[in-house]
């Protein structure tokens, strides 16, 4: 890849996150942000990275512990609301704008360098992945989660995808094989335990589901722009509404569903 097309996606990829309303997607996150941070047994003045803070819910459950923490994000949108709630809490975090590939800290620099459904999102992967254990000290933990393929999150962006015509490279996809999560950190001398867990989405309704969706993920709003633009974007939300359907665990008219993810806890070496 070379530096124009890095650039390229550096850029789409702070379009796409700067839209919509992370804040919402990230209420539906949170027990993930809460297992990650638990998992990593965080506790008072640990010193904690979290890649790729959006609105801020890991550096949160981490600073409640009592640790110091800073938020890394390439778009400072969301930025306001972490500091409000932080304050609403009597706590403090420190928020900073910077590419999960190129940290702005010294080797080591961090006891624990966390991540949830972020750093999958990077163009380079291994990449990633050396930068989170650069800035880990030696015997810190580096802590992440990653959604599982086959499961509607995966099956959706997968269609999304197809109709965008971005199949080439790495996909955060990738990360929801174990193996492949594994290999990424062990070459960078983090030897991972992985675990699969479901996040428990809920609406009142499909609609309501689709709605959210739609107005809330950064992902969809600019994808939508995109294949509109395209004329493809009607047949794509068809197969994504399907999709949708077919996943929908409730009978009562509402929108049930446990999306699979790994979580992935390791220290490194």
């Known amino acids: 890849m070379d530096d124009t097309e890095l650039e390229r996606r550096r850029s789409a990829s702070r379009e796409m ?78 928020l900073v704008v910077g590419d999960a590939e190129e940290v702005p800290s010294g080797d080591g620099a961090f006891d624990a360098v966390l991540s949830s459904f972020a750093h999958i999102f990077t163009p380079r992967h291994d990449v990633v992945a050396a930068e989170m254990a650069r800035v880990c000290r030696r015997g810190g933990v580096v802590a992440c989660t990653t ?35 594994r290999d990424r950190f062990v070459a960078h001398g983090v030897d991972m335990t992985v675990e699969r867990h479901v996040i428990a989405w809920r609406f009142g309704s499909p609609q309501a589901h689709e709605a959210f969706l739609l107005t809330a993920s950064g992902p969809y709003r600019t994808v939508r722009e995109a294949l509109e633009a395209k004329g ?4 794509a939300w068809t197969e994504i509404r399907e999709i949708d359907r077919q996943a929908n665990q409730a009978g009562d008219g509402s929108y049930e569903l446990d999306q699979p993810y790994l979580l992935a806890v390791g220290r490194r070496r």
């Open 232 to 235: 493809v974007w009607a047949r």
């Open 17 to 94: 996150w700067a839209a919509g309303h992370y804040p919402t997607v990230a209420e539906h996150l949170q027990p993930a942000a809460e297992r990650v941070v638990a998992a990593a047994d965080i506790g008072p003045g640990d010193r904690v990275l979290d890649v790729g803070t959006g609105s801020g819910a890991v550096a949160l459950a981490a600073a409640r512990r009592g640790a110091d923490v800073v938020g890394i994000d390439q778009v400072d949108a969301w930025f306001d609301v972490a500091r409000d709630r932080a304050r609403a809490a009597g706590m403090h975090v420190d």
């Open 147 to 181: 959604w599982v393929g086959g499961g509607e999150v995966s099956e959706s962006l997968a269609v999304i995808e197809r109709y965008l015509g971005s199949d080439d490279g790495p996909s955060y996809d990738d990360w929801g094989d174990p193996t492949y999560l």
